[in-house]
């Protein structure tokens, strides 16, 4: 027992020093001490961090914690400071007070999101925004979430609200692993022999003669279906190709984020939202269904402009800067509210577009680049309905050239508000200042759209 304390308290310094998760994860299974406890005991104590199990009581699976979910926040939720948003953490906890806005920057949001509702301002020109219309309601009982009280199902598919977790989504135990420079995805099988998995796959390594890289985010594979609940329909798409930065948790009040999105994420989505995005019924038009995924490219043409002038997808992203305003360039046009797939699987391709802060700033240029469901969603939560990563429910975001809020003058500052204060608006927008919008923004699905 002596000797697995050592271990343990090696790996979680080695974790905490390399500013990500990936010292421990390592791409793969992890050590199994980690997350489970063989008899919830270490040094005579109880070791379950969070669910108050007593020594020799385990958890369900062995778990440190009560659930799947409780057992990764164990590590990936944290009290940081706000404004010091930290590596690897997804969700501030405690949870804060209302008033006072989640910590954690992360691409994919912070849960803590979930525990926000806020109120419908007078005169408002917002949806009822309750937390559990921020993100994915994951089950943490550790952590005070709780499953989806409307969505008893998942959008567009079968898979029920009350035993979403983590590993919904992120396979622990992944035997899914990048093979090749170009993001060929292979498996371990019993009597299949794979290369084995050195590293992560997340932040630009890649496969090796004598050894393969996770796959992103160690996102469930191919017939994926976790061990704590009997999906009904078990995954039939491989996890998509990105890379992201290893500093991807920070503020974006100077600059982007970006991750580089390669391809599949709508595919990999669709998952468990498998007719949200029903390519027979899309393309016959007989929906008003949102395109999403490798073929619904930026080449597209959309409407005529103002003036007359045709112009494709990618064209629009590329000239829109703002409300009223087309004058961008292609060089300088991405925005990680809006971020698009490029299409291709190659990871040095990705990894040189990957920053924060140092990212590539270009928009579409190959004609390969598509829209996807996180080019308008977050995967986690955020503090807008649907998970969507701006205030998709009233006509503008910005209000006389400042973020709205509850606590400004009564009018239209309030009404647009979406029940929020100022501070935790612009939270909600990764702390951008509002002047790099148009006095009064109207929503950025004008990225694509230009109707402003």
Same mark, same amino acid.
């Given at each position: 027992m002596?000797?697995?304390k ?5 790996a979680?310094?080695?974790?905490g020093?390399?500013?990500?998760a ?9 050590y ?9 005991s270490?040094g005579?104590?109880?070791?379950a ?15 440190q914690?009560?659930d799947?979910s ?16 930290s590596?690897?953490?997804?969700m501030?906890?405690p949870?804060?007070?209302?008033g ?18 806020y109120?419908v301002?007078?005169g ?25 009280t ?9 898979y029920a ?23 060929t995805?292979a498996?371990?099988?019993l ?6 998995i ?5 932040y +630009?390594? *890649? @496969? #090796? ?6 796959? /992103?985010?160690l996102? %469930?594979?191919?017939?994926?279906? &976790? ?9 039939n798409?491989?996890p ?6 290893s500093?991807?948790?920070?503020s ?7 991750v580089?999105y390669?391809?599949g994420?709508?595919?990999?989505c ?8 029903d ?5 016959a ?9 490798n ?12 003036? +007359?002038? *045709? @112009? #494709? ?6 000239? /829109?800067?703002?409300? %009223?305003?087309?004058?961008?360039? &292609? ?11 490029e ?19 270009a ?12 080019s ?15 205030n ?7 209000v ?9 003058a009564?009018?239209p ?17 990764y702390d ?12 950025l ?8």
């Amino acid at each position: 027992m002596k000797a697995s304390k050592i271990v343990l308290a090696a790996a979680l310094f080695s974790l905490g020093a390399a500013g990500n998760a990936l010292a421990f994860h390592d791409g793969g299974v992890a050590y199994c001490d980690g997350c489970h406890t063989m008899h919830n005991s270490s040094g005579n104590k109880a070791v379950a961090k969070k669910g108050g199990s007593t020594q020799f009581q385990g958890m369900a699976y062995l778990l440190q914690g009560s659930d799947d979910s409780s057992t990764c926040l164990n590590c990936h939720g944290a009290a940081d400071a706000p404004g010091k948003p930290s590596s690897y953490h997804i969700m501030t906890y405690p949870a804060p007070a209302l008033g006072t806005p989640p910590t954690e920057r992360t691409p994919g949001g912070d849960f803590a999101w979930l525990t926000q509702s806020y109120p419908v301002p007078t005169g408002s020109h917002s949806a009822s925004s309750p937390g559990e219309r921020h993100g994915h309601n994951i089950v943490a009982a550790d952590f005070g979430l709780v499953a989806d009280t409307t969505l008893l199902t998942a959008p567009g598919g079968s898979y029920a609200a009350a035993n979403l977790s983590c590993a919904s989504c992120h396979d622990p135990h992944s035997r899914a692993r990048v093979i090749d420079t170009n993001g060929t995805i292979a498996y371990s099988k019993l009597g299949q022999a794979t290369l084995p998995i050195n590293g992560s796959g997340s932040y +630009g390594a *890649t @496969a #090796t003669a004598t050894d393969a890289v996770g796959v /992103y985010r160690l996102l %469930g594979g191919a017939n994926y279906s &976790q061990m704590s609940y009997s999906n009904p329909l078990a995954f039939n798409a491989d996890p998509p190709v990105a890379v992201a930065p290893s500093t991807y948790n920070r503020s974006e009040g100077l600059s982007d984020t970006r991750v580089s999105y390669g391809k599949g994420m709508s595919e990999w989505c669709a998952n468990c939202h498998r007719t949200i995005h029903d390519g027979n019924t899309n393309a016959a038009n007989t929906a008003l269904i949102h395109p999403a995924g490798n073929t619904a490219l930026l080449t597209a043409s959309a409407n005529d402009l103002n003036g +007359g002038t *045709t @112009a #494709t997808i990618a064209g629009i992203y590329n000239a /829109y800067k703002k409300s %009223g305003d087309l004058t961008g360039t &292609q060089a300088t046009s991405y925005t990680s509210l809006v971020p698009f797939e490029e299409g291709t699987g190659v990871i040095a391709t990705l990894a040189s577009h990957a920053g924060a802060g140092t990212g590539s700033t270009a928009g579409p240029i190959t004609g390969s680049e598509n829209v996807m469901c996180l080019s308008c969603h977050r995967a986690h939560a955020t503090g807008f309905n649907s998970m969507t990563r701006w205030n998709n429910t009233s006509e503008f975001i910005t209000v006389a050239g400042a973020w709205p809020g509850t606590d400004q003058a009564a009018g239209p500052a309030v009404s647009y508000s979406n029940g929020m204060n100022q501070a935790t608006y612009q939270a909600a927008m990764y702390d951008r200042p509002a002047t790099q919008y148009a006095y009064d923004q109207r929503s950025l699905c004008n990225k694509c759209h230009a109707k402003d």
